[in-house]
């Protein structure tokens, strides 16, 4: 008789999960609590698989054997816990995706910074040479990619919340670009909480493995001391000199691996401290995998960054504007506005998560002519910067947002979209508000 596997979420990964389970035999049956996207219903009734949406049919899934929730799902969700005193075992996609490959994984998390850093180790391998899939928190689904691809490697950006769900998954390289505070409610507002789940990514590590750090980061420093692993651990830092990893002096990267190199950032697509920090902990994952100096040089001045990442979106009267909707926290906001030399007109706000804005208040003094606002509830913003910027504007679209913009610049000045909060007051998502500021400026 077949085993029965139950999918929570018939996202890009919950589809993903079932197309695997479909070809290793399960008797699949995927639940959405939401709707369903039509690609997606296509897909699953390609592979004859059952599925429900907007609604969580229990009778259906708690006989399970296994269950795959999306990472989005909490574990307090009543239907998962409830599965969890029945005994039933409940993993992530990337975990499921695992049980069924022998390709050797280069994992990626961190608050910030994991995104570009995923793209980035990506394509130093790809350029290389290298067999590897891109997946994870990005790109197409790991298990999608195991039942339909034959990669060597691949390159998997992992959340928290994946790395919560992971069992006998192992990371051949795993790197943890940095700790700061961001989803707390669900980490029981802990901070430690937060990190030691970030140190996941280390589990079933041995000596053979490498993990890959940011030397400079308080938190991660605190969670490796609290969290022990077996894997080499390799540093990466602007403020030190370690004797192997990579350090920064100036716009100068120092690789120092089996074989010693230097990078230079001018060469680079990618600018900023944030960026420096990126490449480095991309480059050491690069040449542990024994890729070339001069291809790893090569990569770096043809790579082309995420969507919603401090993406140039165009120049209009001489005054550019920078998408980076992607920045949902304060951390990446910093790093957003800590990389712009012209004075910026910062467009911000949304859904907050707690934000403390005090971080940002020098950047704000010393780099902003004023701040739009860009969501439902702007009172905080208003409170935190009043008295560092002459003028603060309420919007309510990101058309609103980039005509107001486009009527207070002046040449030389750039508009950055990084909002440092969530998106669903009034998008759908982070995504939704990066492509509406996208059309709002190609139609100035």
């Known amino acids: 008789m077949r085993k029965r596997l139950v999918i929570l979420g018939a996202g890009e990964s919950g589809t993903g999960a079932a197309v695997l389970g ?68 409940v993993i992530d996609e990337l975990e499921f995706g695992y049980r069924y490959t022998q390709a050797k994984m280069i994992s990626i998390t961190g608050t910030n910074g994991k995104t570009t850093t995923t793209l980035l180790t990506y394509h130093l391998l790809k350029q290389a040479g290298l067999n590897v899939g891109l997946a994870g928190n990005i790109g197409r689904s790991l298990a999608r990619q195991v039942a339909q691809e034959n990669f060597d490697y691949y390159v998997v950006e992992m959340s928290s919340f994946q790395l919560d769900r992971i069992d006998t998954y192992r990371s051949h390289i795993a790197i943890l670009c940095n700790i700061t505070p961001d989803h707390l409610d669900r980490y029981e507002y802990n901070v430690n909480t937060y990190a030691d789940s970030k140190m996941r990514i280390t589990r ?145 706000g949304g859904v907050d998560k707690g934000n403390n804005y005090a971080d940002l208040k020098n950047l704000v003094k010393s780099k902003v002519k004023m701040i739009i606002c860009l969501g439902l509830d702007n009172i905080k913003i208003h409170q935190a910067f009043q008295a560092d910027v002459d003028l603060i504007i309420n919007t309510s679209s990101a058309k609103e947002a980039v005509h107001v913009a486009s009527k207070m610049a002046d040449q030389g000045d750039v508009v950055l979209l990084s909002p440092a909060c969530a998106s669903f007051d009034l998008f759908d998502s982070y995504e939704d508000r990066g492509r509406q500021f996208k059309e709002a400026v190609r139609h100035l």
Not at 29 to 34: A, E, I
Not at 263 to 277: I, K, P, S, V
């Open 22 to 89: 479909a070809a290793q035999n399960w008797d699949v049956f995927v639940s959405d609590k939401g709707k369903i996207a039509p690609k997606y219903q296509d897909e699953l009734n390609l592979h004859n698989i059952a599925w429900e949406q907007q609604q969580h049919s229990e009778e259906k899934i708690l006989n399970a054997d296994l269950i795959i929730k999306s990472p989005g799902i909490p574990d307090k969700a009543p239907l998962v816990a409830a599965a969890i005193a029945k005994g039933i075992e």
């Open 204 to 348: 079933n590590q041995d000596a053979s493995d490498y993990f890959i750090y940011c030397a400079d980061d308080e938190l991660t420093r605190e969670a490796m001391s609290r969290n022990p692993f077996a894997a080499k651990a390799i540093p990466f830092s602007l403020h030190t000199k370690p004797n192997e990893g990579a350090y920064g002096e100036g716009s100068t990267l120092n690789i120092l691996l089996k074989e010693k190199f230097t990078l230079d950032m001018q060469e680079f697509t990618l600018r900023g401290q944030h960026n420096a920090y990126n490449s480095m902990a991309a480059s050491v994952a690069a040449s542990l995998m024994d890729v070339r100096k001069d291809s790893i040089r090569e990569s770096f001045t043809n790579f082309q960054n995420a969507e919603h990442r401090l993406e140039f979106v165009q120049k209009v009267g001489g005054v550019d504007y920078i998408n980076d909707s992607k920045a949902t926290n304060v951390n990446s906001a910093w790093y957003a506005l800590e990389s712009m030399d012209r004075p910026v007109i910062w467009i911000a």
